[in-house]
């Protein structure tokens, strides 16, 4: 199978190929850059953009919708918001396989999504094509996915059991997420410049931020009940991982023990969730995997439970789970070509 790449320059567009790389369906890798790429003259080269990418020695071709679908099976959006929202509507229309990491086509109304994050939308028949898919959750819709993002992944996975259960109080979810630097990508900003953020920990977006309308809307489809979630994002002075710490009030008579019943009644066929009976993850458990590890712990004297949920952002979090949901897309084993143990350095 040969598949595209546009993006890959960046974080999750790196990752993305070194995952792909090593894929066992995977042929041929065809990269993509912005559509004046190589206009002058200048070809660039994977092995000579990525630092260590000995021997990948493969072009960045100009974006062009037609050539892609000619040459390939698939392409891969790694690129900024507001990219895919402006050039993804070719393949819409052919209705040709797209993975978009981004978040133009994860809210299908164009004026959350400019709410949101600011910039205008996709065009709306098109965002009507796209399918939201937690790739653990995948059910079979378009040919267009929208992976989600980072913190809506971690959060979702844990709070899924207890919502769908009907375990929790919907009105009282408050989720503390936070994650390290390589989740804002590659470009510098004051909040990731090292000064700021080495030896600090900085909440940003709060109330504000762009996951909020993304998780609650994947929350009511499963509990129509759940309408809005407390939710903060922090800064880690780390490169990778993220960690959400989820907390909610139970129902009546929920105890650890029927919670861990439901938790392990819905991961039990899912090679990616893992959960701890009243232990707690950390991050250096998921880095360098596409699992979510999570932590169940019932408190009966406030009637709180406290889920832990860590994954990688760049993979669970992001290409890792793309890869993920090309494996659905193409019918091949959900985990093929994707990393489960971590590096633990
Ligand atoms: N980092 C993370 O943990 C996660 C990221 N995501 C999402 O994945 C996407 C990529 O993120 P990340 O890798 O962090 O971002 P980066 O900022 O690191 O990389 C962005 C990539 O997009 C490319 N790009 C930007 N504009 C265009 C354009 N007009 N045409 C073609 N290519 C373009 C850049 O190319 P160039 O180098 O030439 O500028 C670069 O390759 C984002 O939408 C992000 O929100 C989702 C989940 C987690
Ligand atoms: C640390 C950091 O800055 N993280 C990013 C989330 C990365 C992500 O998942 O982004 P998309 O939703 O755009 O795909 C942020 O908070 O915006």
Sequence with gaps: MNVAIVGVTGYSGTVLYSLLVNHPQVTQINLYGHTNEGENGDVRYLDELIAGYHGQHVPLQAFDPEKIMADNDVVFFATSSGVSSQLAGPFIKAKFPVIDLSGDYRLPDPATYEKWYHKPAADAADLAQATYSLADFYAEKTNYIANPGCYATATLLGLAPMVQQDLIDPDSIIVDAKSGTSGAGKSLSQLTHFTEENDNLQLYQLNKHKHIPEVVQQLHQWNNQVNAIQFSTTLLPLTTGLMASIYAKVKSGVTQESLMAAFNTVYADHPFVHVMDGETPSLKQVVGT???????????????????????????????QAVQNFNHLFNFNETTGLPTLPVFA
């Design 290 to 320: 596409n699992n979510c590890d999570l932590g169940v712990v019932y408190n009966p004297v406030t009637h709180t439970v406290m889920v832990i949920s860590v994954i990688d952002n760049l993979i669970k979090g992001a290409a890792g």
